[in-house]
């Protein structure tokens, strides 16, 4: 099994919902701790495995409201493309370079499912797996002294006490746009493979080599609006045109 | 790269003592060109062995865990940090059979003991190096020339220590020559540095290739956080140009040019050695504060 998420960049709206929803099962399950910092102080921070980024793009034609019939300015500045909200955790890489690093061999990924875990009894809290990662994914618990990060819920996407509906990561349940979904990327068949093979994914460093296992969704392009009339005109191409008028006003 | 002080002390006082171990059982057997009686020989691995394990116990400074390290020598397999941890502890077994072999005068074991201890502190110096060198996500550590600069400062540091230890002897032996070969490495270590600054890999992603649209300006609207997390502590640290640039100069001309022309003008040896250490702090401290890795993008910087 080659177990990860799939992460839509286009229905995500960067609520952060995901990121609390993790916080709170990992904060108190066995696997985790996510301690805070100075919370109510002037400084707060603290341990997250999930962090929600925010990105404006510009000038890019695939994702350009030209399409749908918007103008440059008299300057000739590009209308700003598109907003993207980019929640990331950790890859689960296939070539999980913090794995191979560690020197304590607390850092180790499963045969089985192919989750990367840290075992808090070996770790040291050296940092050198935080260094090896280039996506961010590892934080050290300030107060264990030991690396933390992303689980994949382990202790809770095997737990048959739950619902089945409910063996899946935290994240993924807490989404209110659906934009996380999870799955196995080994069966062709799954969800994951499915929306990952038909929607695209976004190439993340991949130069580097380090074959991350989640996907990024890669936006919708938007459709194109004509205003023109077709050759052959129907009602509903009419209507459709005088709308389409009207929106550009 | 946050530039941990207790990393950048370990690397240049293991380096030195490492480098003044070779050159120390090196010139051990050099008895017809340099007369080295035991007590200075002695001496000169009593400096050794408190610049290396100084080194060794700072370097367990910055772990969050220490309880945990005696695990860190498990994965020689895989780690370049296990690899380093491991042969510098094996250094210390080494040198008490050498110390002992030499003790009780066995002549067939001393050379044995003698070139281990040489390819395992050089080795060393290579691991040390290595766990910059191999890491993808910096791109300006992810050079060859990362572990050869370690090796080569190493080694070039403890050349210069050496005509400083051999300046211990007692008078009747007369002054320390020129020491050509720590004159030599300095030069080496200059034309190394140089060629570092000049040719390193420098600014090889970018923005577009960490959230794959290659097309268009990306720039980041909000981090998502609200004051410094890990993430900024441990990779966001920056310095300024104007002061790394006169860092640059003090490092250039403490390391290398100042030794260099106290070795050759001078008998100031031990100065020369302090200067070159020194200079080679502010190297190490410019190493780690100009590296940049590649999390630097998602928080919005264009190029790494």
């Known amino acids: 099994m080659k177990l990860g998420l799939a992460i839509d960049l286009d229905t995500?709206?960067?609520?952060?919902?995901?990121?609390?929803?993790?916080?709170?099962w990992n904060g108190q399950s066995l696997m985790g701790g996510a301690p805070d910092y100075d919370a109510w102080g002037k400084a707060p921070s603290g341990t997250w495995y999930n962090r929600i980024r925010h990105y404006e793009l510009e000038g890019d034609p695939t994702y350009s409201p030209h399409r749908c019939g918007s103008h440059a300015d008299t300057a000739g500045h590009e209308p700003l493309s598109k907003t993207?909200?980019?929640?990331?955790?950790?890859?689960?890489?296939?070539?999980?370079?913090?794995?191979?690093?560690?020197?304590?061999?607390?850092?180790?990924?499963?045969?089985?499912?192919?989750?990367?875990?840290?075992?808090?009894?070996?770790?040291?809290?050296?940092?050198?797996?935080?260094?090896?990662?280039?996506?961010?994914?590892?934080?050290?618990?300030?107060?264990?002294?030991?690396?933390?990060?992303?689980?994949?819920?382990?202790?809770?996407?095997?737990?048959?006490?739950?619902?089945?509906?409910?063996?899946?990561?935290?994240?993924?349940?807490?989404?209110?746009?659906?934009?996380?979904?999870?799955?196995?990327?080994?069966?062709?068949?799954?969800?994951?493979?499915?929306?990952?093979?038909?929607?695209?994914?976004?190439?993340?460093?991949?130069?580097?080599?380090?074959?991350?296992?989640?996907?990024?969704?890669?936006?919708?392009?938007?459709?194109?609006?004509?205003?023109?009339?077709?050759l052959r005109q129907g009602l509903s191409d009419k209507a459709k045109a005088f709308v389409n008028r009207l929106i550009q006003l | 790269m946050n530039p941990a002080l207790s990393v950048i002390f370990f690397t240049v006082s293991s380096g030195a003592g490492l480098g003044l171990l070779v050159w120390l059982l090196i010139a051990s057997l050099m008895a017809d060109h340099i007369r080295m009686d035991a007590t200075t020989f002695y001496k000169g691995a009593a400096i050794a062995a408190a610049l290396i394990t100084a080194g060794l116990i700072s370097s367990t400074l910055h772990l969050a865990n220490r309880k945990n390290a005696i695990y860190a020598l498990t994965r020689i397999r895989t780690s370049w940090l296990a690899r380093e941890g491991l042969l510098a502890l094996l250094l210390y077994p080494l040198a008490a059979l050498h110390l002992y072999a030499l003790q009780s005068g066995l002549p067939q074991v001393t050379p044995v003991t003698l070139w281990l201890l040489i390819a395992d502190a050089i080795a060393v110096l290579y691991c040390t190096g290595m766990i910059y060198g191999c890491l993808r996500t910096i791109p300006r550590w992810n050079t060859w020339m990362t572990p050869v600069k370690y090796v080569l400062f190493g080694l070039?540091?403890?050349?210069?220590?050496?005509?400083?230890?051999?300046?211990?002897?007692?008078?009747?032996?007369?002054?320390?020559?020129?020491?050509m070969v720590a004159i030599l490495l300095l030069a080496l270590g200059l034309v190394l540095y140089l060629a570092y600054l000049l040719k390193h890999p420098r600014k090889q992603h970018t923005i577009n290739d960490a959230l794959g649209f290659l097309q268009g300006n990306v720039r980041l609207l909000d981090v998502g956080h609200s004051h410094g997390t890990f993430l900024t502590n441990e990779f966001g640290f920056s310095v300024a140009r104007v002061k790394a640039r006169l860092l640059r100069w003090i490092a250039i001309f403490c390391a290398f040019i100042l030794p260099m022309m106290l070795c050759y003008f001078t008998k100031w040896f031990w100065i020369a050695s302090l200067i070159c250490v020194i200079g080679l702090l502010v190297e190490r401290w410019l190493f780690f504060a100009e590296a940049e890795h590649v999390v630097r993008l998602y928080h919005g910087q264009q190029r790494v």
């Open chain 1, 12 to 24: 995500c709206v960067g609520c952060h919902a995901c990121a609390v929803a993790c916080k709170e």
């Open chain 2, 156 to 179: 070039m540091s403890g050349a210069v220590l050496l005509p400083a230890v051999l300046s211990l002897r007692p008078p009747e032996v007369g002054p320390v020559g020129k020491p």
């Open chain 1, 84 to 230: 993207i909200n980019v929640p990331m955790s950790c890859m689960h890489c296939e070539e999980a370079h913090c794995v191979t690093v560690c020197p304590t061999g607390a850092s180790y990924k499963r045969a089985e499912d192919g989750i990367v875990l840290v075992d808090p009894s070996r770790c040291m809290g050296c940092n050198y797996c935080a260094w090896a990662c280039p996506y961010g994914a590892r934080e050290l618990d300030q107060d264990a002294g030991v690396m933390k990060k992303c689980t994949l819920c382990v202790d809770r996407i095997y737990d048959e006490q739950l619902a089945e509906a409910d063996r899946q990561p935290a994240c993924v349940l807490a989404c209110p746009t659906h934009a996380r979904h999870f799955g196995d990327y080994d069966d062709p068949q799954s969800k994951v493979s499915l929306l990952a093979a038909s929607r695209g994914t976004q190439s993340m460093l991949d130069d580097l080599g380090y074959k991350p296992t989640n996907a990024y969704l890669s936006p919708r392009k938007p459709v194109e609006v004509k205003t023109e009339l077709p």
